[in-house]
């Protein structure tokens, strides 16, 4: 079938015919000719000054590589850091005086510089010869292998070709050194004033400058950090003589293996321990973790296996903790399970929703979620689970409350990718403290700090004690709350944790990465349904829900009854994410009833905690910032006054007011 052309799929293709190899000195490339016309980066100024002397006439380009002018201000820098270079070398004294006379005009790139680096030379005769192929002046035969190719043209075809090439991106995309420049300075004030790109912008007002496509430089950016990071591992090599050079022998091919091997081990074993990169590119339907690539066709039997191991660990509650907290604890969980299999997607989710509309849609995927309960009611240990059908590791811990600070925080939303940060046992004063800026800040932080990680950056997981007693409207519409309300017995808790740890062991990540394969598809409708008309009618808390169940269905398992498809309303009604409040005032109804008033002409709930002791009391104030909205509390002196009817039907009471009996018994 016939490729159809279209300007996407087209490439300048020069047509050459080869002649001959040489090998030749950079005099024999060089001389002979009169003038100079070069596209080449500031490295090698001792090289430049010794060709220049052949040229009565030159021009030269100057720039860095394409991945540095990615922004308006970073070409200011490297305009700024080139006339540094030049000025800081011995050879710049040479080369101010051809300035001076005009026989040498320097031009510093303002957009990404062309791809080749290229040498067009001349002479009076009418010879001509183009020179393309090496990637800086100081890699030409002189002082580089032998057998780096050079590619050399002695035509005037080539020459006409490659000499408008040039010229077009000297008057398009580069601007001359002004004669005052020739003056060695390191003076800020005077480098300013010899910006190329500041005159350019005086004398052509309505020129546009290009940048470099984000991607491109997120791509270059990354290659060049994980060629560094991997370098690290090969620490074993033999050192380089007083040449340069270095020489591996065969007894020590086994010590180089051995060593490389061991270093790799532990560099992803701190990576996994205290900056794990969980990367899931939806576009490209593939994910990674610290660099080995899920599969996302898992066998049958395997799914199976992690889901019965699932099913299995969920059963130990049944005997773990009261009965009649079994069911809803079980619920619990299977939210948070929901919730954390679809947090990797939560930041490029909140990054697109972010750049197409202005709307708080992005509070619908809010990226901070706190588990609260009793202690001792396997919290954390069920985070563990979840971690392990992620990623198939055990080695990512939580890490301490000391952790919850906003420096610390700030540090790990940029050092971790993907994988939710666990934070273990947040006390009441601390997240008091620190909450606001934390939960507020997640994205300014990483746009500031590491934007290319926008679309990876983690959700947070707290996890926090029965003492945290409220929790502030203006945070819990940024947060997803889970309550759980049960603790294991104490013949469990010597018993049975044991069995846990090794369902944990068992655990592997197939279920999870067929999870990522049934619902990629539905991430990717959704990222475009966003782009292109700014909303989505699409619930993924429910999509993730159903796949989770799908799952399950599809290896011929009994769902169970904690198990059901949820929906956004799970997540966010102001129950369940007001259940501490809920629980705080129905224990103060039934142990205190002479707390509370009714003004029913007026639909009235009057609530004065009376108690003499201020142990673990909360302020009027601290209780109203934790209502929602709907029962329009207030704050009266050191009562709270709020409506009657939404009361009853938020805290599921029927409030009466208190008979003779009972105010003469509470007195």
């Known amino acids: ?83 540094c270079e030049l000025y800081k070398s011995e050879q710049y004294k040479q080369l101010a005086q051809r300035i001076n006379d005009d026989s040498l005009r320097i031009f510093l790139a303002d957009a990404p510089l062309y791809p080749e680096k290229l040498f067009c030379l001349k002479n009076g005769e009418g010879r001509m010869r183009v020179i393309i192929g090496s990637s800086n002046l100081d890699q030409l035969p002189s002082n580089c292998d032998r057998n780096a190719s050079i590619i050399c043209f002695d035509d005037e075809a080539a020459y006409t070709y490659y000499i408008n090439l040039f010229e077009q991106f000297k008057n398009e995309h580069s601007y001359i050194l002004d004669k005052t420049a020739a003056q060695i300075t390191f003076e800020d004030k005077q480098i300013l004033e010899n910006l190329p790109i500041l005159h350019k912008a005086q004398a052509n007002s309505e020129h546009i400058y290009q940048s470099v496509p984000k991607s491109t430089i997120v791509k270059m950016t990354e290659y060049i950090a994980d060629i560094e990071r991997l370098a690290k591992d090969f620490v074993e090599l033999p050192k380089p003589d007083r040449k340069g050079h270095s020489q591996i022998t065969p007894d020590k091919i086994n010590s180089i293996k051995t060593k490389t091997l061991d270093n790799m081990a532990a560099r992803r074993a701190k990576f996994e321990k205290f900056m794990p990169q969980l990367v899931i590119e939806p576009e490209k339907e593939r994910a990674f973790y610290n660099d080995r690539e899920y599969n996302l066709r898992p066998y049958r039997d395997d799914v199976k296996r992690d889901a019965q191991t699932y099913l299995e660990y969920m059963e130990g509650f049944n005997t773990a903790v009261p009965a009649k907290n079994v069911a809803p604890l079980k619920f619990e969980y299977f939210k948070l399970m929901s919730w954390c299999f679809l947090s990797p997607f939560l930041a490029r989710i909140r990054t697109t929703i972010r750049e197409a509309t202005v709307t708080d849609e992005v509070f619908t995927y809010p990226i901070v979620a706190l588990l609260c309960g009793q202690s001792n009611a396997g919290k954390t240990i069920y985070a563990s689970l979840l971690i392990k059908m992620m990623t198939d590791s055990s080695l990512y811990k939580a890490f301490g409350q000391s952790n919850f600070t906003k420096t610390r925080v700030d540090a790990l939303l940029s050092d971790i990718k993907g994988l939710p940060i666990l934070i273990d046992d947040i006390t009441q004063t601390q997240f008091t403290n620190n909450s606001g800026n934390i939960i507020k800040q997640e994205e300014r932080v990483i746009r500031e700090n590491k934007p290319e990680n926008l679309n990876y950056y983690p959700a947070m997981l707290l996890t926090a004690n029965k003492d945290l007693n409220s929790l502030k409207n203006e945070l819990t519409k940024r947060m997803v709350v889970f309550h759980v309300n049960a603790s294991w017995n104490n013949e469990f808790t010597r018993q049975r944790k044991s069995p846990c740890s090794a369902l944990i062991q068992k655990m592997r990540n197939d279920l999870y990465s067929e999870y990522l394969r049934r619902i990629i598809p539905h991430i990717n409708r959704y990222l475009s349904e966003i782009t292109d008309i700014g909303s989505s009618t699409t619930d993924l808390y429910n999509i993730s829900s159903e796949v989770i169940i799908s799952i399950f269905k599809d290896c011929k398992l009994d769902i169970p009854p904690y198990m059901r498809p949820l929906t956004m309303q799970d997540y966010f009604d102001s129950k369940a994410v007001n259940e501490i409040m809920i629980k705080f005032f129905q224990r103060q109804y039934r142990l205190n009833r002479d707390f509370f008033s009714i003004n029913r002409k007026n639909n009235q709930l009057i609530f004065e905690d009376k108690s003499s002791s201020s142990v673990g009391k909360m302020t009027p104030m601290k209780i109203v910032e934790s209502l929602p909205p709907e029962l329009e509390a207030d704050v009266v002196g050191d009562k709270i006054i709020m409506r009657l009817d939404s009361a009853v039907s938020f805290f599921g009471i029927n409030f009466k007011e208190q008979s003779i009996l009972e105010r003469l018994f509470n007195r």
């Open 1 to 83: 079938m016939a490729h159809r052309k279209t300007k996407q799929h087209t490439v300048n293709v020069v047509m050459a015919n080869f002649s001959a190899p040489d090998n030749l000195s950079y005099l024999d490339l060089f001389e002979g000719y009169d003038e100079l016309y070069a596209v080449n980066f500031v490295s090698n100024l001792d090289f430049l000054t010794e060709i220049i002397p052949f040229f009565t006439k030159a021009e030269i380009i100057f720039g860095n590589p394409a991945i540095v002018p990615t922004r308006l201000d970073t070409t200011f820098a490297m305009q700024k850091e080139t006339l």
